[in-house]
């Protein structure tokens, strides 16, 4: 027997689902699911909770519908992230700065690795997360390492990688290359300052120029104005001095400098910013750089600035700037800066050496995949976002200048000659060939692959390419990814480029995309907000399965989630309601029956909630397979909620309970139950089972507890076509009954009659079926309604239920002229909030600057003020007909 208090603390801990999700069925369709490997320094947050909530509910529906489902786990190396986590550490421990070799900060990164990359897994099993753990890989395992490789040195081969030297964004504080999609645009505050450019020529005359970056006019190659600028034609083709030095550059003419912008000419610093490289290259300007890779000023400016962090460079460039009388004014302006996405510092724009993807001839097949539908993202207009950056897609800086990381397979022979090969035998072999010497010194590139590189070989790697098993022939392209929005750069475009590539055939059908978890005002989570929710902490208090309910009923694809505690509390409402509901079963002798046949059901209620079932089982499978798991959540709401524990447990339990009253069966007498009795135990417990079932992609924990507790093993998904049965009869009669239950309900409540009060009705009907059901179920409306059939008074309120017309006796019950006076008021005054809501709705400017959520919501607000409004003017008028 349950316990009598809902507490899945106490029985969360004890299950596990390793086992089935290690099951194989070869004879099944194959279906995959690939989950997001989460970083090796990963912790679980709200966003994985989500992701992975969803993720397992598909696995968990796949398995019961009878696929072969591969639920495939990994953890990502994360490179940067990872690095400087550890450096971290060892700092703090007492590790200078710079003492560090390559093998032992790797050997250090393995141990941490080793000892605390596992957590973020021990956490998602808290949350039920039903992955084939025997399974698991890791982005640099052994295997992982042979097959980027091997990818790497085919993309090099056909010309799809190249080394080149080309201005990428640097990251002073990690010392790296960091690609475009690692940046965060920050706005912050700034300045412009107008400085003067005097003229070589020594006449005194001037031009200004506008710059927020005073400390990079020593790399300056020119100062460019628009070809239409009147001001300064006369000026194109002279020369003036770079301030603070006696170095000459010209002043150009270039469509790059913007007149109404600042004072309309530009400094042109090639080596240091990216329009200015584009102008360099175009006009053929040298590039001269004034900067290290850790952010400070070089030998190539005045020695007085050599070796100076950037930005106290610039407050000394300013100040000379403003004692030589070289500084015209400054303002004080609203910018945006690049920042680095891991260090959270200004990046620098640098011409290095690194290693690209040609992603433009990459990206051609991966748009057209989705164009043809081969690829299809769930919700479509995600797709807009892939185009977006697909069709203007750069060429893909992969070169970390760190060393934790798949370390680029090349070797520089001792003139620069480069060997790219799978190991330091091949790029050998090569070398020899093309010195004709039998042994060449090689040096290994220092620099490790961009950590989306191995990303987005994931799907094929995982499935044991570049050889053929069984597993890559079987699950490839037959999976599903569910990620957040936030990483169809990062992650998805990149898994169909290299899938395409490597595999000839696109990795997935299906990509889900889920929307962000906020808090309940919309606003992103952070520390510094304290408005970060932990999922364990609500896992411990509330249960796994509240949480992946709550998340599941609110996971509408591509909106962003508002949670709150108070979402959570509501869902393991939900789960304690199903679990009193099964106990009161239990208590009342609902026991389920294997030999229970529902086509012999003769009890009309019984009939409906069959019906109920089936149809519960159909919504939920089209739902499922549209992978809408919040329609699947809130179905299986309200027909358990709704349907079974507010409506059939109210018809049933006189019928279950009237035995228990009897003296002889208190006695201990085993009395023989009537028919009614064991139909109605027996359909009860056959749709509690069936409730289980379709629950249990969401809330496993508490399905394995109740099946457990009335001896079902089995939890195959329900068959509806098995119950496809012609019970319109039954549940026409129990709709009329729940109609007419509910409208009396309504109508006490309208006019403030208590509900315990009894009232008498009476039905006109042609048919008479309305009168001769109130009469089959009289005493189920007496006692859920509180009214009866009998003699009325001409003081009534009309209930129209289909054709009939049920006259409810009010007169005796209220004062008609005070209701009157109060429904009016209460009618007047929805009426105005109704209009507000709507004066709201037809503003262009509130449409435009609230959320979708907030429009939704007065949208909904409007709907409900309406059907508030139009009964209470029934009743008005039904009243004054009295």
């Given at each position: 027997m349950l316990d009598r208090i809902f507490n899945p603390e106490s029985f969360e801990k004890n299950f596990s689902f390793e086992i089935e999700a290690s099951l194989r069925k070869p004879d099944a369709e194959p279906f995959m699911v690939l989950l997001p490997p989460p970083n090796v320094t990963g912790s679980l947050h709200m966003g994985h909770a989500l992701c992975y909530t969803i993720q397992d509910i598909i696995?968990?529906?796949k398995r019961l519908k009878g696929y072969d489902v591969l639920f495939q786990p990994g953890l990502d190396h994360a490179g940067i992230i990872t690095q400087l986590l550890v450096e971290k550490n060892l700092y703090e421990n007492g590790v200078e700065k710079g003492s560090l070799t390559r093998e032992i900060l790797l050997k250090e990164i393995w141990f941490f690795k080793e000892n605390s990359g596992s957590t973020i897994l021990d956490q998602?099993?808290?949350?039920?997360?039903?992955?084939?753990?025997?399974?698991?890989?890791?982005?640099?395992?052994?295997?992982?390492?042979?097959?980027?490789?091997?990818?790497?040195?085919?993309?090099?081969?056909?010309?799809l990688i190249y080394r080149g030297r080309r201005m990428v964004s640097w990251d002073p504080l990690i010392g790296s290359a960091v690609s475009d999609l690692e940046i965060s645009e920050k706005e912050v505050d700034g300045n412009l300052w107008y400085i003067k450019y005097m003229l070589a020529d020594s006449s005194g005359e001037y031009i200004t120029v506008a710059t927020t970056r005073p400390e990079t006019l020593f790399g300056d190659a020119?100062?460019?104005?628009?070809?239409?600028?009147?001001?300064?034609?006369?000026?194109?083709?002279?020369?003036?001095?770079?301030?603070?030095?006696?170095?000459?550059?010209?002043?150009?003419?270039?469509?790059?400098?913007?007149?109404?912008k600042g004072s309309g000419a530009v400094k042109i610093t090639p080596a240091h910013d990216f329009n200015d490289y584009e102008v360099g290259i175009r006009n053929r300007l040298p590039m001269i750089e004034i900067m290290n890779f850790n952010g400070e000023l070089n030998e190539n400016v005045p020695e007085i600035f050599q070796f100076t962090d950037r930005f106290a460079a610039r407050e000394k460039v300013v100040d000379f700037l403003n004692k030589k009388e070289l500084l015209e004014k400054v303002e004080k302006i609203r910018q945006k800066i690049p920042f680095g996405d891991r260090s959270d510092v200004p990046l620098e724009p640098m011409i290095t050496h690194q290693w690209f993807v040609n992603a433009e001839k990459l990206a051609i097949p991966a748009i057209e995949a989705v164009e043809t539908g081969k690829i299809k993202f769930i919700p479509k207009h995600w797709e807009n976002l892939y185009f977006e950056w697909l069709k203007n897609?750069?060429?893909?800086?992969?070169?970390?200048?760190?060393?934790?990381?798949?370390?680029?397979?090349?070797?520089?022979?001792?003139?620069?000659?480069?060997?790219?090969?799978?190991?330091?035998?091949?790029?050998?072999?090569?070398?020899?060939?093309?010195?004709?010497?039998?042994?060449?010194?090689?040096?290994?590139?220092?620099?490790?692959?961009?950590?989306?590189?191995?990303?987005?070989?994931?799907?094929?790697?995982?499935?044991?390419?570049?050889?053929?098993?069984?597993?890559?022939?079987?699950?490839?392209?037959?999976?599903?990814?569910?990620?957040?929005?936030?990483?169809?750069?990062?992650?998805?475009?990149?898994?169909?480029?290299?899938?395409?590539?490597?595999?000839?055939?696109?990795?997935?059908?299906?990509v889900y995309?889920?929307?962000?978890?906020?808090?309940?005002?919309?606003?992103?989570?952070?520390?510094?907000?304290?408005?970060?929710?932990?999922?364990?902490?609500?896992?411990?208090?509330?249960?796994?399965?509240?949480?992946?309910?709550?998340?599941?009923?609110?996971?509408?694809?591509?909106?962003?989630?508002?949670?709150?505690?108070?979402?959570?509390?509501?869902?393991?409402?939900?789960?304690?309601?199903?679990?009193?509901?099964?106990?009161?079963?239990?208590?009342?002798?609902?026991?389920?029956?294997?030999?229970?046949?529902?086509?012999?059901?003769?009890?009309?209620?019984?009939?409906?909630?069959?019906?109920?079932?089936?149809?519960?089982?159909?919504?939920v499978e089209k739902s499922m397979d549209n992978y809408r798991v919040d329609e699947v959540a809130n179905h299986i709401y309200h027909c358990v909620w709704d349907s079974f524990c507010d409506w059939y447990m109210e018809f049933i339990k006189p019928v279950l309970q009237q035995s228990a009253l009897r003296d002889d069966e208190r006695q201990g007498y085993d009395l023989p139950l009537t028919i009614l009795k064991k139909d109605?135990?027996?359909?009860?417990?056959?749709?509690?089972?069936?409730?289980?079932?379709?629950?249990?992609?969401?809330?496993?924990?508490?399905?394995?507890?109740?099946?457990?507790?009335?001896?079902?093993?089995?939890?195959?998904?329900?068959?509806?076509?098995?119950?496809?049965?012609?019970?319109?009869?039954?549940?026409?009669?129990?709709?009329?009954?729940?109609?007419?239950?509910?409208?009396?309900?309504?109508?006490?409540?309208?006019?403030?009659?208590?509900?315990?009060?009894?009232?008498?009705?009476?039905?006109?009907?042609?048919?008479?079926?309305?009168?001769?059901?109130?009469?089959?179920?009289?005493?189920?409306?007496?006692?859920?309604?509180?009214?009866?059939?009998?003699?009325?008074?001409?003081?009534?309120?009309?209930?129209?239920?289909?054709?009939?017309?049920?006259?409810?006796?009010?007169?005796?019950?209220?004062?008609?002229?005070t209701e009157l006076e109060r429904l009016t008021k209460e009618s007047d005054k929805l009426n105005k909030t109704r209009e507000a809501a709507l004066l709201r709705l037809a503003n262009e400017d509130f449409c435009n600057k609230a959320t979708d959520d907030v429009v939704e919501e007065h949208k909904k607000r409007v709907e409900t003020l309406g059907e508030k409004i139009q009964k209470i003017d029934y009743i008005i008028s039904s009243l004054k007909v009295v």
């Amino acid at each position: 027997m349950l316990d009598r208090i809902f507490n899945p603390e106490s029985f969360e801990k004890n299950f596990s689902f390793e086992i089935e999700a290690s099951l194989r069925k070869p004879d099944a369709e194959p279906f995959m699911v690939l989950l997001p490997p989460p970083n090796v320094t990963g912790s679980l947050h709200m966003g994985h909770a989500l992701c992975y909530t969803i993720q397992d509910i598909i696995a968990r529906y796949k398995r019961l519908k009878g696929y072969d489902v591969l639920f495939q786990p990994g953890l990502d190396h994360a490179g940067i992230i990872t690095q400087l986590l550890v450096e971290k550490n060892l700092y703090e421990n007492g590790v200078e700065k710079g003492s560090l070799t390559r093998e032992i900060l790797l050997k250090e990164i393995w141990f941490f690795k080793e000892n605390s990359g596992s957590t973020i897994l021990d956490q998602m099993k808290v949350l039920g997360i039903s992955c084939d753990f025997a399974r698991l890989r890791f982005t640099m395992d052994d295997e992982g390492k042979k097959a980027i490789t091997k990818m790497f040195v085919d993309l090099f081969n056909d010309g799809l990688i190249y080394r080149g030297r080309r201005m990428v964004s640097w990251d002073p504080l990690i010392g790296s290359a960091v690609s475009d999609l690692e940046i965060s645009e920050k706005e912050v505050d700034g300045n412009l300052w107008y400085i003067k450019y005097m003229l070589a020529d020594s006449s005194g005359e001037y031009i200004t120029v506008a710059t927020t970056r005073p400390e990079t006019l020593f790399g300056d190659a020119a100062v460019a104005v628009h070809p239409d600028d009147e001001r300064y034609r006369h000026l194109v083709g002279k020369e003036v001095l770079v301030p603070l030095t006696d170095r000459k550059i010209r002043i150009i003419s270039d469509k790059y400098a913007n007149p109404e912008k600042g004072s309309g000419a530009v400094k042109i610093t090639p080596a240091h910013d990216f329009n200015d490289y584009e102008v360099g290259i175009r006009n053929r300007l040298p590039m001269i750089e004034i900067m290290n890779f850790n952010g400070e000023l070089n030998e190539n400016v005045p020695e007085i600035f050599q070796f100076t962090d950037r930005f106290a460079a610039r407050e000394k460039v300013v100040d000379f700037l403003n004692k030589k009388e070289l500084l015209e004014k400054v303002e004080k302006i609203r910018q945006k800066i690049p920042f680095g996405d891991r260090s959270d510092v200004p990046l620098e724009p640098m011409i290095t050496h690194q290693w690209f993807v040609n992603a433009e001839k990459l990206a051609i097949p991966a748009i057209e995949a989705v164009e043809t539908g081969k690829i299809k993202f769930i919700p479509k207009h995600w797709e807009n976002l892939y185009f977006e950056w697909l069709k203007n897609v750069r060429p893909w800086c992969i070169s970390r200048q760190i060393w934790w990381g798949h370390r680029i397979p090349a070797w520089y022979g001792p003139d620069g000659q480069i060997f790219v090969a799978e190991t330091f035998e091949g790029a050998m072999e090569k070398a020899v060939g093309f010195y004709g010497k039998n042994k060449v010194e090689l040096t290994q590139d220092e620099d490790v692959l961009d950590t989306w590189f191995s990303s987005g070989a994931w799907p094929f790697v995982v499935l044991g390419w570049p050889k053929q098993t069984d597993e890559l022939k079987r699950f490839y392209s037959k999976m599903i990814v569910v990620t957040g929005f936030d990483i169809i750069f990062f992650w998805i475009a990149r898994m169909i480029m290299m899938g395409i590539y490597c595999m000839k055939e696109v990795p997935f059908p299906d990509v889900y995309i889920h929307g962000l978890v906020r808090d309940d005002k919309g606003r992103k989570m952070s520390k510094s907000r304290g408005n970060v929710i932990n999922p364990l902490t609500l896992c411990k208090k509330y249960g796994a399965d509240a949480v992946r309910y709550t998340l599941a009923s609110m996971a509408s694809p591509g909106r962003d989630v508002r949670l709150n505690e108070q979402s959570v509390e509501n869902g393991r409402n939900f789960l304690t309601k199903l679990w009193n509901v099964v106990r009161f079963a239990q208590m009342n002798g609902c026991v389920y029956n294997k030999e229970f046949n529902i086509a012999k059901v003769n009890n009309s209620v019984a009939k409906w909630i069959i019906l109920c079932v089936r149809q519960l089982i159909i919504d939920v499978e089209k739902s499922m397979d549209n992978y809408r798991v919040d329609e699947v959540a809130n179905h299986i709401y309200h027909c358990v909620w709704d349907s079974f524990c507010d409506w059939y447990m109210e018809f049933i339990k006189p019928v279950l309970q009237q035995s228990a009253l009897r003296d002889d069966e208190r006695q201990g007498y085993d009395l023989p139950l009537t028919i009614l009795k064991k139909d109605i135990r027996d359909t009860t417990a056959w749709a509690i089972i069936q409730f289980l079932r379709v629950l249990y992609p969401i809330c496993p924990f508490i399905v394995k507890k109740l099946c457990g507790e009335m001896g079902i093993i089995n939890t195959a998904w329900p068959d509806a076509s098995a119950i496809d049965l012609d019970f319109s009869e039954a549940v026409r009669e129990v709709e009329v009954l729940k109609t007419l239950i509910s409208s009396v309900r309504s109508m006490k409540q309208y006019l403030n009659i208590p509900l315990n009060e009894k009232i008498n009705i009476r039905a006109e009907s042609s048919d008479k079926y309305i009168e001769n059901t109130i009469l089959k179920h009289k005493e189920t409306v007496q006692r859920m309604a509180g009214a009866v059939l009998g003699e009325i008074s001409k003081q009534t309120v009309p209930i129209v239920i289909d054709e009939a017309v049920i006259h409810m006796e009010v007169g005796s019950k209220i004062n008609i002229e005070t209701e009157l006076e109060r429904l009016t008021k209460e009618s007047d005054k929805l009426n105005k909030t109704r209009e507000a809501a709507l004066l709201r709705l037809a503003n262009e400017d509130f449409c435009n600057k609230a959320t979708d959520d907030v429009v939704e919501e007065h949208k909904k607000r409007v709907e409900t003020l309406g059907e508030k409004i139009q009964k209470i003017d029934y009743i008005i008028s039904s009243l004054k007909v009295v």
